[in-house]
Structure formats: C-alpha cells, structure tokens
C-alpha cells in the first residue's frame, strides 16, 4: 500500500471522527461533550446553560485548521511548512479570546449575584448572539467575520490542492493582515464589552430586589 493511499486513509478516519464528535456536541443532548461549547454557568442541566460565542469559535477554527492540515498532509505526503504564521495567529486569536472570556467571567462570578449566563439558554444562535440587552451587534459582527473568513480559508485551500502533488509542500492559505485584523478587532471588540455584560446585569438585580420588597411593603400596609 502506497503512503499516498495510507495518508488518504488517515485523512478519512480523522475527517470521520470530526464529523461524528460535531453532531455528537451539537445534537446529542446526553453528550457529555457538549459542555464545551457551554458558559459557565449556575445552571445545573448542560442542555440549560448557554452557549458560549468564544468556545464555539475557539472550536470552528481547531475543526478548520485540523481538517485542511490533514488533507493536505494526504495529498501531498508532507507535513514539513504546512502550518503557516496565519494558522497560528487564528488558533491564537480563538484561543485568547476563549482565555479573555472565562477569566472575565471567573473575576466576575458571586454566588450571591445572577450573572447573564446564569440565564436558562434560549437556542443556539440567540445564546452566542445576545448579552444582557438581547442581540448585539458587536457579538453579530465578530460572528460574519469568523465564517466569512473561515470559508475565505477554506475556498483558498481548495484552490491551492488543485494542484498539489505528492511530496510538494503547500502551506495551508496566507491570509493578509487586513483580514487577521479585522478578526482580531472583532474579537477584542467582543471581550472588552463582555466585561459591561455581568456588572450589567448584576446592577439590575439590586433594583429588582428593591421593587419586589417595595411591593410587598405596600401589600402588608393595605
């Protein structure tokens, strides 16, 4: 069996596992995989605490980078000067904007305070989309970075493996710095208005409180 053929099947296998452990996360509510594009959150039942926008794309670009990695250490048999500087500033920009998410969430957490992500989740796209006020357009405009430029990879990819030949290296695509820019603002956009997002909506439950003992006040008097 040729290494071509060997490589092929390994590009299969690790493709297939890709495949199974996505559907598994994303529909197989007893998975005991999805906490990890999960919140933290107070909310015992996985199924009910939300999802959260930086594990889900810490998760899209691992999936991407891996995948193109793999098929074109199929193709070409060679693993030598296939992660570009790109890949890594991708996986870097996930990574640090998943890191940016849990340690703000982590400084802000009180057993004593109802967080936004204590909230029961409300679908998918609602929880990565939405903070305190409901749907952001910061949050909005970092996900049509993320999948725009993620298909952008993708499609440059493909093109590059056209004509790819076994033992020829070809790094995965370039992307320029106009477009890790734009992903990198979006993202930091995106963690320094999570940081409003708990103090938020723990400003609001005192108020709450107040109204509730002012009502019940009221009732005792009447």
Partial sequence: MSSSTLGWIAAGIVILIEIIFIFDVA?????????????????????????????????????IVITCFVINMAITGNIDGIIVGSSLVLLGISAGTTLAGRVIDNSQSDASDQTHQDEPSEGFWMDILSDQNGVSIHRFQALLFNISIGIAFI?????????ATTGQVIPLPELDQASLGLLGISSGTYAA??????????????????????????????
């Fill in 155 to 163: 499609v440059q990819f493909i093109a590059s493996m056209k004509s």
């Fill in 27 to 63: 529909f197989n509510k007893k998975s005991k995989l999805r906490p990890i594009i999960k919140d933290s959150s107070s909310q015992e039942d996985v199924n009910k605490k939300p999802y959260s926008f930086s594990r889900t794309q810490l998760l899209w670009w691992t999936v």
């Fill in 193 to 222: 208005l999570k940081f409003n997002e708990n103090l938020s909506s723990k400003s609001q439950a005192p108020a709450s409180t107040s109204t509730a003992t002012e009502t019940d006040s009221t009732a005792t008097t009447k």
